[in-house]
């Protein structure tokens, strides 16, 4: 063995153990950037040295965006679902039940929380991870291996210890708040439907079909099964404290429990202290100890008669209402937030939560000072549900809403039929003109690295750029000067105005901030209009033969391009170098094959991402739909299409067409 080999074995060995201490003992000893450059030689050795590569090195949690399709798994061991009860009451019955069968014997009894979040079962063998799979119908699942080796909490190789040649563990996939509340915050930027919980979140992204993608949302994984042929190990309990050894991230709610007492104990304890964690929980989950026993008393067709989860109400709290304060957002709407006395729910601090509009205020007929329930139904983003009313001040008096606007003072307008008041001040309100330079720049758009929220302030406040075409005048000068923005940030922000030049027409259209014209409109008229030219000269009745476009998008269009102001943009970006017409090789895709239909897609595809299947859909006139409506005309099934779905699609006798099926109607 050279040098290098043995560099890239102790470089490995090393960066595995660093991110045990950082994502399983929350005890780093090196600082970020060491850990950053250690990984950093790593990749420069592993890629001069191409020989020694490991699927399972550190380097590889990165991911790629060239992740293909999921493959079916059958289960060595079924993987079977619990027996839900939501009353300490059922639970004493579950525990008579128990004794009964096991006819008197002393039992012991594991307590343990459980997370919200997505099944998993991984299999090692002599220590290296294998295969990673869902639960799916608990018979066979997907194999995700290549997403759930990105996730850094879940070990590649085991820490030295007792473990058996091959065996197998299940977990719950789980995004933590912060990581939830992040990607929320993009989705919101990139004006994409918000998510409603955590584990809605993790199991999307675990069956993202791109595992970089899936590297960078933060998800995280605790271990609670132990299954393998001869185990070790006489209890649940003990394979507990071994998966922890062997360097698994197992929960510290866990209690050993021997009888009905401890086991209220139990769910008081954590009933408050779970709002304190990290990641959602629903419930606890109560399991027979011995091994033996959990045998003796087997499993029903769906789940074991050795456990039973007991599942927490959806949380609610009362505080109380400091003030609202009125936001301007990027299209001139104007959003009133509750800022709150700080309340713990659902393992966050909530500190604001949305109002909405003035109807929602009127309807909950909130006061000045009033105590509001906050409320987290399933574990969503926090909202404002009633009034203690009893609690309210004599002499309170009802919100008002705002009728100028918080920022530049300008009288608001409301359109009629419309909930929303709007500042009118379109190119002179700050938070306006950020708004529509942040959209701009976001993924979905022109998707420009290096400018966020932040720097867009800070190029705003210094005068470097007042609306979207001034970005294409940024050089590396006139970034550097900028506080904060050194050569390696400018010279990522210039890369990435240049690869933005290459962005498609469409999106091209949506970067733009046209009201009421979002993602799925703006390729609408890309591809019937064709260019930018013809697209500032349409006129309203030519707009509304569009499908789609109706009378409010159609006017908001020519109204956008009657001003003077947005023509000068327009053609900048035109002179920049920005894509003005659609590309010719969008155009040779495009047919009527799919004219007129509304498509649900649901499940995994094998030769094309179900992203890609959409834009198919959309260039063959077809629309995509999220839910199965009397409108639907079929659906697009892949392998482990949802259950509601498939019986909803039954019930109403709409057509299911398989992957195969669908191909061959474009050819």
Known sequence: MDLFEAEIIQLRKELNQHNYNYYVLNNPTISDKEFDEKLRRLQELEEDHKEMFDPLSPTQRVGSDLTQGFKQVVHQRQMLSLGNTYSLA??????????????????????????????????????????????????????????????????????EGDYPDSFEVRGEIVMPWASFDALNKEREFNEEPLLANPRNAAAGTLKTLNSAEVSKR????????????????KTHYESLQALRRWGFKVSDAVAVINNLEEVKNFVDYWGEERKKLEVATDGLVFKVNDYAQQRFLGNTAKSPRWAIAYKFQAERALTQLKSVSFETGRMGVITPVANLEPVLLSGTIVKRASLHNEDIIRQLDIHENDFVYVEKGGEIIPKIVGVEIEKREADSMALQFVDTCPVCGTKLVRNEGEAAWVCPNTYGCKPQITGKIEHFVGRKMMNIDGIGEETVEQLYTVGLVKNIADIYDLTNDKLTIVGRIGDLTANKILRGIKASKDVPFERVIYSLSIPNVGETVSKKIAFAVGNMDKLMSITVDELVTIDEIGNVIAESIVSFFADERNKEIVARLKAAGLQMAISADAMAAKSDKLKGKTIVISGVFEHHSRDEYKKMIEENGGKNSSSISKKTDFVFAGANMGPAKLEKAQSLGIQIINEDEFLKMLE
């Open 218 to 233: 933060g998800l995280d994984a605790y271990f609670y099964y132990l299954l393998g042929e001869n185990l070790p190990f």
């Open 90 to 159: 059922e639970v004493e019955d579950f525990l008579r039940r128990t004794n009964a069968s096991l006819e008197g014997n002393s039992i012991q009894i594991v307590g343990e929380m459980k997370f919200d979040g997505t099944s998993i079962s991984i299999t090692y063998e002599h220590g290296r991870m294998v295969r990673a799979v869902t639960r799916g119908d608990g018979t066979r699942g997907d194999d995700v291996t290549v997403n759930v080796k990105t996730i850094r909490s879940i070990p590649l190789e085991l820490q």
